[in-house]
């Protein structure tokens, strides 16, 4: 069984940046696709990022140019660096691998 924790979140500026972490005891990310979703307040979940096994990724238009996914060299961490943060991020926000999801971590940005 995969166990993902989300670390990273937390209150920030609109403008501000944040890093979010996510790992996995035992597991090496290079074997299945990864994914940062987030879930705002009434919405539904949505996909911010993500990145496949050969380490390409993709990203939701809103994240485009501001968030940067990525895995550590030794494939046991993924990141989401966000950047120019706006009100609209504020969400919890979860990591995948493939069909598994950490708890998540929430997102805050103040206007």
């Known amino acids: 069984q995969v166990q993902l924790v989300e670390s990273g979140g937390g209150v920030v500026q609109a403008g501000g940046s944040l890093r979010l972490t996510c790992t996995a005891p035992g597991i090496s990310f290079s074997l299945n696709n990864m994914g940062w979703y987030r879930q705002a307040p009434g919405k539904e979940r949505e996909l911010v990022a993500m990145?496949?096994?050969?380490?390409?990724?993709n990203y939701a238009d809103s994240a485009k140019g501001r968030f940067s996914i990525s895995r550590s060299t030794d494939n046991t961490r993924m990141y989401l660096q966000m950047n120019n943060l706006k009100s609209e991020d504020t969400a919890v926000y979860y990591c995948?691998?493939?069909?598994?999801w950490g708890p998540g971590t929430q997102v805050t940005v103040s206007s």
């Open positions: 990145i496949n096994r050969g380490g390409i990724t």
């Open positions: 995948s691998f493939g069909n598994n």
